[in-house]
């Protein structure tokens, strides 16, 4: 899989090098071309359409990359640092996966994630100064 998330975005960036459309793309732009990939994927999932889900799937990462490429080139930030700040997200919010800590069903790891979510927010959480 890591081999074919980088050429993806190795494509990506030849592309925003090369077509005079991608080069002048803008975030705000693109974020609206991600909510429609977005709403397409809704109705592929909505409608039990394993064909266009991975698709849409697909387009939905093309363009969140391409945003990221687009914040890069600005200064905004990486898509090394997005990635590393989701994953350190996805074990702090989840205690009982990466952690000591048990829940017995959904509702209990919902309601856990939430009330780390809400600690974090409020500048409770241990590591919410790593946000």
Same mark, same amino acid.
């Given at each position: 899989?890591? *081999?074919?998330? *980088?050429?993806? !975005? ?12 991608? *080069? ?6 693109? /974020? ?5 990939? !977005? ?5 592929? !999932?909505?409608?039990?359409?394993? *064909?266009? /889900?991975?698709?849409?799937? #697909? ?11 687009? &914040? ?13 700040? &989701? ?9 009982? !996966?990466? #952690? ?25 959480? /241990?590591?919410?100064?790593? /946000?």
């Amino acid at each position: 899989m890591e *081999k074919a998330v *980088k050429l993806f !975005v190795e494509s990506l960036l030849l592309k925003r090098k090369k077509c005079p459309w991608a *080069k002048k793309r803008e975030i705000s732009e693109q /974020m609206l071309e991600l909510e429609g990939e !977005v709403q397409e994927l809704k109705e592929a !999932v909505e409608g039990n359409d394993v *064909k266009n /889900m991975r698709e849409e799937f #697909g387009d939905v990462l093309w363009d969140a990359l391409f945003i990221g490429i687009i &914040a890069e080139e600005k200064g905004l930030f990486t898509i090394r640092e997005a990635i590393e700040e &989701a994953h350190a997200k996805l074990k702090r919010r989840s205690p009982w !996966v990466f #952690g000591n800590e048990t829940v017995s069903n959904s509702a209990e790891a919902i309601k856990r994630w939430n009330e780390i979510k809400e600690e974090e927010k409020s500048g409770k959480g /241990m590591n919410s100064q790593n /946000m």
